[in-house]
């Protein structure tokens, strides 16, 4: 009793926190939940620059999307905070940018406000499945190699973007990708960047890939890289260029489809790890393994993709950044709610945000991508028959440019090589269909060409 009571807060302010987030209950107290979300924010905040850079490749304002990146973040977080009672934060998610800006836009040739429309039925499909219970369905449907490859895939996707940002990969006609012109400063500055972000997050370094991004933007001052802002403390950019600017048209078709239908898959992998990691971590795993209070976390971070498409960004997801605030003792809600009041105040330094060289911000994607990328590690490569489809799913969406591509046919893959082997007796019923579905999809493309 005297180590309940020690935490218990003394007035009647702190006494709203103790009830609304319970702070006693969870072991926790004020001071310890701020300095998780301050924690949970500087390792993440690298985002207010890379999401912004990413997007911008569309033709939306760099000033809106910067504004748009911030208030996705901190709404997204505050629902969570508030409904869920986890401490954790959420953001437009790196991957789901890169489908945005390259698959979406790039690729297939949508206009980045029917992009956005994309984002908000991707988001709304979560928010039903996860309402009826058909996340947990699809989850168990697809095995465990194939999540690990869909997520390393999107690393292998992000680290290729990240590497033609900074100029090290280049196009080439004889060998379709070559070694960049190391001797340009900008191209020698995303490689020191690279050095530099690595050693950082390597060394475990608290904020290693935002402390990365600075200094590589710091040493890119004297190269003539970077140019200083005129103000570094300003009004927040305007969101108007941005917000609210969706459009339908054309998204309902069967190729549309299947693509926000690999959208959703991508966002609900990246999700679904991150809250098991995060979870256990938090001690918030029951015996049955159950996640407690997994289904409004999950309700909340659909709602957070849906919350960032009227702002105008990606797909925000749970970030898997959020395990560094748990560490250091974040419990309860308030942890996120620190965090996104953290966002809403970075919104006062756009200037400073917004100097920032995409030579500087590319390395983050490189070593974020690899991070990603790690995944292929638990899959079981003696196992040909899961091995090839696995490897399929990663490497076709770099080499395809499309997350959707390599989601698709690794799909297909799977099923394929499962009814060839004998093992068709294992493979649930869903990824039967989704097989078909994909197959489909690739019938009519070819039928339409």
Do not use: C
Not at 98 to 110: P, R
Not at 412 to 427: C, F, Q
Request: glycine share 10%; hydrophobic share 55%.
């Amino acid at each position: 009793m005297a180590a309940r009571e020690a935490v218990r807060p003394n007035d009647a302010s702190l006494g709203i926190l103790d009830r609304v987030f319970k702070l006693t209950e969870n072991r926790s107290d004020v001071k310890t939940e701020v300095l998780a979300g301050l924690t949970t924010f500087v390792t993440m905040a690298y985002i207010i620059v890379v999401n912004p850079k990413t997007l911008s490749a569309t033709g939306m304002d760099e000033g809106a999307l910067f504004m748009a990146t911030i208030l996705a973040a901190a709404v997204s977080t505050l629902v969570m905070g508030l409904v869920a009672n986890w401490p954790v934060a959420l953001a437009p998610g790196m991957g789901l940018n890169a489908f945005f800006a390259f698959t979406l836009v790039g690729g297939l040739g949508l206009s980045w406000q029917q992009a956005l429309g994309a984002v908000l039925i991707s988001g709304i499909l979560a928010l039903i499945v996860t309402a009826t219970g058909l996340r947990e369905l699809m989850i168990r449907a697809i095995p465990e190699p194939l999540k690990h490859a869909v997520t390393a895939g999107i690393g292998f996707f992000i680290m290729l973007i990240g590497l033609i940002n900074a100029g090290i990969v280049t196009a080439s006609e004889a060998t379709t990708v070559a070694l960049g012109d190391l001797s340009d400063p900008k191209t020698l500055l995303a490689v020191i960047g690279v050095i530099i972000t690595g050693v950082l997050v390597a060394r475990k370094v608290t904020g290693g890939i935002l402390l990365g991004i600075l200094i590589t933007t710091v040493i890119g001052i004297p190269m003539g890289v970077t140019t200083m802002p005129e103000s570094w403390v300003s009004a927040p950019p305007s969101l108007a260029p941005s917000f609210l600017k969706l459009s339908f048209d054309g998204l309902f078709s069967p190729g549309m489809i299947t693509v926000i239908f690999a959208m959703f898959f991508a966002d609900l992998f990246d999700t679904i790890g991150t809250f098991v990691g995060v979870a256990s971590k938090a001690g918030m795993v029951d015996k049955e393994g159950n996640l407690k209070g997994g289904n409004r976390a999950l309700i909340a971070d659909s709602l957070g993709t849906i919350i960032g498409s009227l702002f105008g960004t990606s797909n925000t997801t749970t970030y898997v950044e959020s395990a560094a605030g748990v560490t250091a003792g974040g419990r309860t809600g308030l942890t996120a709610i620190t965090v996104a009041v953290l966002f809403l105040l970075a919104s006062l330094f756009s200037g400073a945000f917004l100097a920032i060289p995409g030579q500087a911000t590319a390395p983050a994607l490189i070593i974020v991508g690899a991070m990603m990328a790690s995944s292929i590690t638990q899959i079981d490569l003696d196992d040909f028959g899961i091995a090839l489809p696995a490897i399929i799913t990663a490497l076709m969406m770099p080499f395809t440019f499309s997350i959707a591509q390599g989601l698709a046919l690794g799909f297909i893959a799977y099923a394929a090589i499962a009814l060839m082997t004998g093992r068709a007796s294992k493979v649930h019923w869903m990824m039967w269909v989704l097989a078909a579905f994909f197959i489909a999809h690739f019938t009519i493309e070819a039928l339409k060409s």
